[in-house]
């Protein structure tokens, strides 16, 4: 699949770029593969920029939205995807 290689070139500033894009194609996809890989991004990119535009990437870093670096749509996209792998992992269990 072209989503791990996707997100492992994708850099860690100037999310504002190319995050709208990433979750509208998100969002067109059903697979449980594609849904835990983009977990982990956001999750990672939620690491590096919790500091916003004062942290090491500057005027790179991403502005604060809604809820952290995330606009409200995002974080509920995020937050039911999250769930629903979350579900998948403990029905395995």
């Known amino acids: 699949m072209i989503v791990p290689v996707l997100t492992s070139f994708l850099p860690p ?3 504002h770029l190319y995050l709208p894009t990433l979750f509208a ?4 996809f059903n697979s449980s ?3 835990d890989r983009l977990i982990e991004f956001a999750g990672g990119l ?9 942290g090491e ?20 996209f995020l937050v039911g995807k999250s769930l629903g792998s ?3 992992y403990f029905s395995y269990i």
């Open 46 to 54: 939620s690491e590096e920029l919790i500091t916003g535009k004062f």
């Open 86 to 88: 979350l579900s998948m």
């Open 13 to 15: 500033t100037q999310t």
């Open 33 to 35: 593969v594609i849904d």
């Open 25 to 28: 194609l998100w969002e067109a």
């Open 57 to 76: 990437a500057g005027e790179g870093g991403s502005e604060w939205k809604d809820v952290g670096i995330w606009s409200e749509d995002q974080w509920t």
